[in-house]
T-cell receptor, first 108, second 117 residues
Framework: SQQGEEDPQALSIQEGENATMNCSYK?????LQWYRQNSGRGLVHLIL?????REKHSGRLRVTLDTSKKSSSLLITASRAADTASYFC????????FGTGTRLTIIP | GAVVSQHPSWVICKSGTSVKIECRSL??????MFWYRQFPKQSLMLMAT?????????EQGVEKDKFLINHASLTLSTLTVTSAHPEDSSFYIC?????????????FGPGTRLTVL
């Protein structure tokens, strides 16, 4: 069954704008991870946030986690054309379970 | 560091044939390897988990006789799709973890696209 549901399914923004993607899940987790996947390629690990953390930053990425609402968000600031990809959240509790993904398109 | 490779990157085969996909950890010893499949524009679904030297653990609904997994060494796992049919066409991705990093830290391969005619 799908642990993570991502919202929106697709997002198109102008280069330079910020992109926000959300992920909701159903069961308790040890950590939540975000990955990027370029079309037809493998996964690139972006960031991991543990269940006892609320916010984490890495470069232009900001991730939040609200365990009470069982949700997480990924913010990409100052987007670039190279950020065009699919983004997946994945929750970890005994195994890694991926969300449905958000297809992000950055318009130059 | 922590590079995982897959071979081949793509394969086209006729219905009824078997296809083997290799997953290698290039610069670390992978105590556990994972196999996922991904249908177009969909998420990754875990198929099975394998530990070196032991039988793979398959997820519910995955046919172990159809998807044979061998993890014979700490750097190599293979997935064999037996008697492949068009519905097996998919993107297969492996990942690997090592004992020092834990199973929640997985390094993913670039994937193998299988097309069954």
């Amino acid at each position: 069954s799908q642990q993570g549901e991502e919202d929106p399914q697709a997002l198109s923004i102008q280069e330079g704008e910020n992109a926000t993607m959300n992920c909701s899940y159903k069961t308790s987790i040890n950590n939540l991870q975000w990955y990027r996947q370029n079309s037809g390629r493998g996964l690139v690990h972006l960031i991991l946030i543990r269940s006892n953390e609320r916010e984490k930053h890495s470069g232009r990425l900001r991730v939040t986690l609200d365990t009470s609402k069982k949700s997480s968000s990924l913010l990409i600031t100052a987007s670039r054309a190279a950020d065009t990809a699919s983004y997946f959240c994945a929750t970890y509790s005994e195994k890694l379970t991926f969300g449905t993904g958000t297809r992000l398109t950055i318009i130059p | 560091g922590a590079v995982v490779s897959q071979h081949p990157s793509w394969v086209i085969c006729k219905s009824g044939t078997s296809v083997k996909i290799e997953c290698r950890s290039l610069d670390f010893q992978a105590t556990t390897m994972f196999w996922y499949r991904q249908f177009p524009k969909q998420s990754l679904m875990l198929m099975a988990t394998s530990n070196e030297g032991s039988k793979a653990t398959y997820e519910q609904g995955v046919e172990k006789d159809k998807f044979l997994i061998n993890h014979a060494s700490l750097t190599l796992s293979t997935l064999t799709v037996t008697s492949a049919h068009p519905e097996d066409s998919s993107f297969y991705i492996c990942s690997a973890s090592w004992s020092g990093g834990g199973p929640d830290t997985q390094y993913f391969g670039p994937g193998t696209r299988l097309t069954v005619l």
